[in-house]
């Protein structure tokens, strides 16, 4: 089940399941259920595959497979998945039985009609499902209300509930507990409001670049709202965030239905003008996207090229902050957008840089990558009710008071002879409990699996893995950190007598 409070609840399915078995004289030996799981996708349904591992690999001390319907192997989107997993099983010799379905999995050409139209039928649902939470959630936008992500330096979310009352400032990690409350977003504390006005007028009145105003504010040791350090992009995300100004814009990327996340237009983004109280002026925010606007210009490839072979005869060496740092270039990030990376573009124009610019290139990228996973297990916690407190200086976080957690971004190295492995350092002064490895992909941008790595079976400062490790170490891989917010889920105990 992906909710709570429906028919398809476990509880309910598992009675409905029992009631049938009774009145045929079968013995129920085992039980897998996914609970609060989305039937999307096999990922994260780590009692469906069980099932079919366990039949699979001949562990199956059982003849029959009970489902309550056809739309609980997944309301896939392709309707040939659940008829797979269903094939797996005959395969093996072990019958299929629905219980809650009018017509018997005989193998008719009925059965197979009816399981063809209701898998159809089960992914259409999550379709049309998909359709009504997209258009209640472009109302709640439209309406001046915030859907889902940090508030940003300068900002705070107050929640409201259903009669448009303030309730309070929720704290970083913080979730509404009551499905009818809403957010929106207000002014922070004064002096991070007058930190923010003053970017703006430094980049707009006094022609600083975004470095320049990181460079001062860290000189200063102002710390962003995740308490680290100001970057080049950092500022200029402020800069260009509509939400300063008071708008409301969402839909910027997507991932229905379980999909790859894409980049929307911005012709099919949702806004609500004015929904916020504003705390920049919007002249003095409009100023600063025109010169953004006009800084990165739209240039051809060999117009760009050519800026950079000016730069490269007269400084004799390219970087990615020369190339910041020169007012008659794009920044060093269109040029990685452009032309898929730096490098590329240095090989582009004949410059080989001194070393291995690659390896530089994959740490800029995880080191970006970190602080999004740090915040998503955060809020992955909160989802589930768990408690979080980060050390703003080494990250580690501490859930529930009760166990701490290490998030390590592990990158990808392909050997000579084309195997994948990745080299885990642990953060043994730290001493966690958990170390959350997050192994990267081939090309090292986005993560593949996670190792909830216990520290007590750790004891080594480093461990090596390959693509495939055996049991004693698979046994920690998951797909998503899923496992690790149900370990944060909170419990209450009875008291003894």
């Given at each position: 089940m992906s909710?709570e409070?429906q028919?398809?609840?476990?509880?309910?399915?598992?009675?409905?399941?029992?009631q049938?078995?009774?009145?045929r004289g079968?013995?129920?030996?085992?039980?897998?259920?996914?609970?609060?799981?989305?039937g999307?996708?096999?990922?994260?349904?780590?009692?469906l595959k069980q099932?079919i591992?366990d039949?699979q690999?001949?562990?199956?001390?059982?003849?029959?497979?009970?489902?309550?319907d056809?739309?609980?192997?997944?309301r896939?989107?392709d309707a040939?998945?659940?008829?797979?997993y269903?094939y797996?099983?005959?395969?093996?010799?072990?019958?299929?039985?629905?219980?809650?379905?009018?017509?018997?999995?005989?193998?008719?050409?009925?059965?197979?009609?009816?399981?063809g139209?209701?898998?159809?039928?089960a992914?259409?649902?999550s379709?049309?499902?998909?359709?009504?939470?997209?258009?209640g959630?472009?109302?709640l936008i439209?309406?001046?209300?915030r859907?889902?992500g940090?508030?940003?330096?300068?900002?705070?979310?107050?929640?409201?509930?259903?009669h448009g009352?303030?309730?309070?400032?929720?704290?970083?990690?913080?979730?509404?507990?009551?499905?009818?409350?809403?957010?929106?977003?207000?002014p922070?504390?004064?002096?991070?409001?007058?930190i923010?006005q003053?970017?703006?007028?430094?980049f707009v009145?006094?022609?600083?670049?975004?470095?320049?105003?990181?460079?001062?504010?860290?000189?200063?040791?102002?710390?962003?709202?995740?308490?680290?350090?100001?970057?080049?992009?950092?500022?200029?995300?402020?800069?260009?965030?509509?939400?300063?100004?008071?708008?409301?814009?969402w839909n910027?990327?997507?991932?229905?239905?379980?999909?790859h996340?894409?980049?929307n237009?911005?012709?099919?983004w949702?806004?609500?003008?004015g929904?916020?109280?504003?705390?920049?002026?919007?002249?003095?925010?409009a100023?600063?996207?025109?010169?953004?606007?006009?800084?990165?210009?739209?240039l051809?490839?060999?117009e760009?090229l050519?800026g950079?072979?000016?730069i490269?005869?007269?400084?004799?060496?390219l970087?990615?902050l020369?190339?910041?740092?020169?007012?008659?270039?794009?920044?060093?990030?269109?040029?990685?957008?452009?032309?898929?990376?730096l490098?590329?573009?240095?090989?582009?124009?004949?410059f080989?840089?001194?070393?291995?610019?690659?390896?530089?290139?994959?740490?800029?990228?995880?080191?970006?990558?970190h602080?999004?996973i740090?915040?998503?297990?955060?809020?992955?916690?909160?989802?589930?009710g768990?408690n979080?407190?980060?050390?703003?200086?080494?990250?580690?976080?501490?859930?529930?008071?009760?166990?701490?957690?290490?998030?390590?971004?592990?990158?990808?190295h392909e050997?000579?002879?084309?195997?994948l492995?990745?080299?885990i350092?642990?953060d043994?002064?730290l001493?966690?409990?958990?170390?959350?490895?997050?192994?990267?992909?081939?090309?090292?941008?986005?993560?593949?699996?996670?190792?909830l790595?216990?520290?007590?079976?750790?004891?080594?400062?480093?461990?090596?893995?390959?693509?495939?490790?055996?049991?004693s170490?698979?046994?920690?891989?998951?797909?998503?950190?899923?496992?690790?917010?149900?370990?944060a889920?909170?419990?209450p105990i009875?008291?003894?007598?």
């Amino acid at each position: 089940m992906s909710t709570e409070h429906q028919r398809y609840s476990t509880e309910n399915q598992s009675d409905a399941i029992a009631q049938y078995a009774r009145q045929r004289g079968i013995d129920i030996v085992r039980t897998y259920s996914d609970e609060g799981k989305s039937g999307l996708r096999i990922q994260g349904r780590e009692g469906l595959k069980q099932l079919i591992d366990d039949i699979q690999s001949g562990r199956a001390d059982f003849e029959t497979v009970l489902v309550y319907d056809i739309s609980r192997w997944g309301r896939f989107q392709d309707a040939d998945e659940s008829a797979y997993y269903e094939y797996i099983c005959k395969r093996a010799g072990i019958s299929v039985v629905y219980c809650a379905e009018q017509f018997e999995n005989d193998g008719s050409p009925v059965s197979t009609i009816v399981k063809g139209v209701k898998r159809a039928m089960a992914g259409e649902y999550s379709r049309e499902l998909s359709q009504k939470v997209f258009t209640g959630q472009c109302r709640l936008i439209e309406r001046g209300y915030r859907q889902g992500g940090p508030p940003g330096f300068g900002l705070r979310r107050m929640l409201i509930d259903e009669h448009g009352e303030p309730k309070g400032i929720l704290k970083q990690g913080q979730h509404k507990s009551i499905q009818t409350d809403r957010v929106t977003l207000v002014p922070g504390p004064a002096e991070e409001v007058a930190i923010v006005q003053e970017i703006f007028r430094s980049f707009v009145d006094d022609g600083k670049s975004e470095a320049d105003i990181a460079e001062s504010l860290n000189s200063r040791g102002i710390l962003t709202d995740l308490e680290r350090a100001w970057t080049r992009g950092t500022v200029h995300q402020i800069l260009i965030n509509e939400k300063y100004i008071g708008h409301n814009v969402w839909n910027r990327s997507s991932f229905k239905l379980k999909k790859h996340r894409v980049q929307n237009d911005p012709e099919i983004w949702v806004r609500a003008e004015g929904a916020f109280e504003a705390i920049v002026d919007p002249e003095l925010f409009a100023a600063a996207g025109a010169i953004v606007v006009a800084r990165s210009a739209r240039l051809t490839d060999d117009e760009m090229l050519e800026g950079l072979r000016d730069i490269l005869q007269a400084q004799g060496y390219l970087s990615g902050l020369i190339i910041d740092e020169a007012d008659t270039l794009p920044s060093s990030g269109s040029y990685r957008t452009r032309f898929g990376s730096l490098l590329r573009a240095y090989q582009l124009v004949g410059f080989q840089p001194d070393r291995d610019y690659r390896y530089v290139e994959i740490n800029r990228r995880l080191r970006d990558i970190h602080p999004d996973i740090v915040a998503h297990t955060i809020a992955g916690i909160g989802e589930v009710g768990g408690n979080v407190e980060r050390d703003p200086v080494t990250d580690l976080l501490t859930i529930n008071n009760e166990f701490t957690a290490s998030l390590v971004v592990v990158r990808c190295h392909e050997t000579n002879a084309g195997s994948l492995r990745w080299n885990i350092r642990f953060d043994t002064s730290l001493k966690p409990d958990i170390t959350v490895a997050v192994r990267m992909d081939r090309p090292n941008r986005k993560p593949l699996d996670y190792y909830l790595l216990p520290g007590v079976d750790m004891t080594l400062p480093r461990l090596r893995l390959a693509e495939n490790n055996g049991l004693s170490l698979d046994a920690y891989r998951f797909d998503t950190l899923t496992p690790l917010f149900e370990m944060a889920v909170q419990v209450p105990i009875p008291e003894a007598a």
